[in-house]
């Protein structure tokens, strides 16, 4: 039995956007209200992997050691302003807890229940129409790199994914996918999806709209309604919209409307940029650059150019030496091209652990939050929109599970 007839969620990304869809499909009757137009944050200008091979989480093995080598280099692909390192010390003292190898594949184990499934609801909504099943090549300078990419995927294969295919090396490479400059080691993954991001978000919204979700535009949520940890409104510069249950799913602002509830979250942006072009050559897949950490994604005419994780405090600022990193590590990948785009940049919602924050806020509230997908959201968000629905109606308090909002709460770490 649903302890919820009625439900708010705040944010159209995916995140929301999925977990309104979900409630619906249960029988909620669901408003979602947000501050922009849906699918305009962090879902909009990203690369459209929906990749199940790469649900593992942020914090790798070595990764703060990397960072902090290549703090002073302007173009690396993990960038720490330095006032970012100051007023986001307590977080990143976190992070650099959840880098080694034990957290990495418990990490893993969590996500993957989060990336095949996704597949099937994205067909199950006919959404597979808009997407491009023509796998992802990755690509190395140094065989050991795509050796060690394929040894992270056993993990993966050992948890039911489809194992990848054969390493490639020398002409092999250019006659799977001639635009890879030689002297690239390479292998294909066929399990990946390719969209276009805002078409596949709008396509979406319409499907949440048919499965019986009012959606409204342009209504940031301001503040609460709230008597003993209970939401009872959400309040927009145009009113307050009553409900039985809100979900928090606004991105990376996710964690100052909870701080607005007296809970705080350790979420932060992790900023990334994206180029659009007109390539020479257009790549027949996906190219994910494994040793400079770009995606390359045919997208129609166009060829999108995306990657950096960025940890800074202006999070609109156009860093120019990371979109000039970004454009020579893609011109070495995989060729030239004539015509280029503004950069875009968005914030991806990143927690300590890299894993996602789904389920209730605290055990007696009936407030939820569906975020924390990081650098997935676009492959995960099917999953988690069920999972959270699930949860909801199942009146699960929340308190524990890998992906517990609560399992930061001891720490408070605040930000
Ligand atoms: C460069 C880049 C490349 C990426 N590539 C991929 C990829 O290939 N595959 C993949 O799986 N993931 C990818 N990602 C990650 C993915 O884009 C994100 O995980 C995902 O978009 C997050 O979705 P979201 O709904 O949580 O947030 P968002 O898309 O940012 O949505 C949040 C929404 O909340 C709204 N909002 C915020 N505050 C309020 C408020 N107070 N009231 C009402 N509404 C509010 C905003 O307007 C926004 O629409 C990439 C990210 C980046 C930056």
């Not at 919204?205 to 209504?219: F, L, P, S, Y």
């Not at 914030?347 to 652990?353: F, G, H, N, S, T």
Request: glycine share 10%; with cysteine; proline share 6%.
């Amino acid at each position: 039995m649903s302890k919820a007839d009625t439900c708010i969620v705040i944010g159209g990304g995916v995140a929301g956007l999925w977990t309104a869809w979900a409630l619906a499909d249960s029988g909620i009757n669901v408003t979602l209200l947000d501050a922009g137009k849906v699918g305009s944050g962090a879902s909009w200008g990203n690369a459209g992997w929906i990749c199940p091979a790469q649900t593992g989480p942020l914090p790798e093995p070595g990764l703060i050691l990397h960072g902090i080598k290549d703090l002073a280099k302007q173009d690396s692909a993990l960038h720490f302003t330095p006032s970012a390192l100051l007023r986001m010390g307590p977080w990143l003292a976190q992070f650099a807890r959840y880098c080694n190898q034990r957290a990495y594949d418990k990490g893993v184990e969590a996500l993957t229940t989060l990336g095949y499934p996704s597949f099937k609801l994205i067909e199950q909504l006919g959404l597979d129409r808009h997407c491009d099943k023509t796998g992802v090549m990755a690509v190395a300078k140094r065989r050991s790199d795509v050796e060690h990419f394929v040894e992270r995927l056993t993990l993966l294969t050992a948890l039911g994914q489809e194992p990848p295919g054969e390493i490639l090396s020398g002409d092999a490479v250019q006659d799977v996918e001639p635009v890879i400059g030689r002297g690239q080691s390479a292998v294909l993954i066929k399990n990946h999806w390719q969209i276009i991001p805002d078409r596949f978000t709008a396509a979406l919204a319409d499907e949440v709209r048919r499965a019986g979700v009012t959606i409204v535009e342009h209504q940031r949520v301001s503040s609460f309604d709230a008597h003993h940890g209970i939401v009872h409104a959400v309040r927009t510069a145009e009113g307050a919209h009553a409900a039985d249950c809100v979900v928090i799913a606004a991105g990376a602002q996710t964690a100052d409307l909870t701080r607005q509830l007296g809970y705080p979250m350790p979420l932060i942006g992790g900023k990334g940029y994206s180029i659009d072009v007109v390539p020479t050559r257009m790549p027949k897949q996906a190219v994910m650059g494994l040793d400079t950490h770009i995606a390359v994604s045919p997208m129609g005419g166009q060829m999108r150019i995306a990657g950096i994780m960025e940890f800074s405090t202006s999070p609109e600022t156009i860093a120019k030496p990371r979109v000039d990193a970004l454009k020579r590590s893609a011109a070495n990948l995989v060729g030239s091209w004539t015509k280029e785009s503004v950069p875009w940049t968005g914030l991806r919602p990143v927690a300590p652990d890299g894993l996602p924050l789904i389920g209730r806020l605290a055990p007696a509230s009936n407030v939820f939050v569906a975020t924390g997908y990081s650098m997935l959201g676009m492959t995960i968000s099917p999953a988690a929109g069920t999972f959270l629905a699930r949860s909801i109606i199942d009146g699960d308090d929340g308190a524990t599970g890998p992906f517990s909002p609560q399992r930061f709460r001891k720490r408070h770490i605040q930000m």
